[in-house]
């Protein structure tokens, strides 16, 4: 395969248990886009990306999922309203790295599938 004809992420594929409560979860909690969903299926738009909820269709695919770092402007507002929408978090906004001008916080949460991911925001200083 040739690594030149990769141009961008498209989708990302997040596995659940339970459809109808990650799909509560990534749209009233997290407030992303749905495409649109099926029985074992769901899909979000975020600013074009395509996250892809769906039930595993074989057992050896039911593990937990690549963490996935949804982008905010101001991460201390974000942690505060999601706090408030009960989204469980496992530590709280802190700097995970420094670079010249631009430091990059990060804050990791779960979702209702017990998934990590986490918000993240890259801060002009």
């Given at each position: 395969?040739?690594?030149?004809?990769?141009?961008?992420?498209?989708?990302?594929?997040?596995p659940v248990k339970?459809?109808?409560?990650?799909?509560?979860?990534?749209?009233?909690?997290?407030?992303?886009?749905?495409?649109?969903?099926?029985?074992?299926?769901?899909?979000?738009?975020?600013?074009?990306?395509?996250?892809?909820?769906s039930l595993p269709?074989?057992?050896?695919?039911?593990?937990?999922?690549?963490?996935?770092?949804?982008?905010?402007?101001?991460?201390?507002?974000?942690?505060?309203?999601?706090?408030?929408?009960?989204?469980?978090?496992?530590?709280?906004?802190?700097?995970?790295?420094k670079m010249e001008?631009?430091?990059?916080?990060?804050?990791?949460?779960?979702?209702?599938?017990?998934?990590?991911?986490?918000?993240?925001?890259?801060?002009?200083?």
């Amino acid at each position: 395969m040739n690594m030149e004809m990769i141009q961008k992420v498209g989708q990302v594929g997040v596995p659940v248990k339970d459809l109808h409560r990650a799909l509560n979860f990534y749209k009233e909690k997290l407030g992303l886009s749905l495409l649109f969903s099926t029985d074992s299926m769901a899909f979000f738009e975020c600013d074009g990306l395509r996250l892809m909820l769906s039930l595993p269709e074989k057992d050896e695919f039911t593990h937990s999922s690549s963490v996935i770092y949804f982008q905010v402007d101001d991460i201390k507002n974000a942690y505060k309203h999601l706090i408030g929408k009960k989204v469980v978090f496992t530590d709280e906004p802190h700097i995970v790295v420094k670079m010249e001008q631009t430091e990059t916080w990060m804050v990791f949460f779960k979702d209702t599938e017990d998934n990590t991911h986490a918000l993240m925001s890259e801060v002009q200083v």
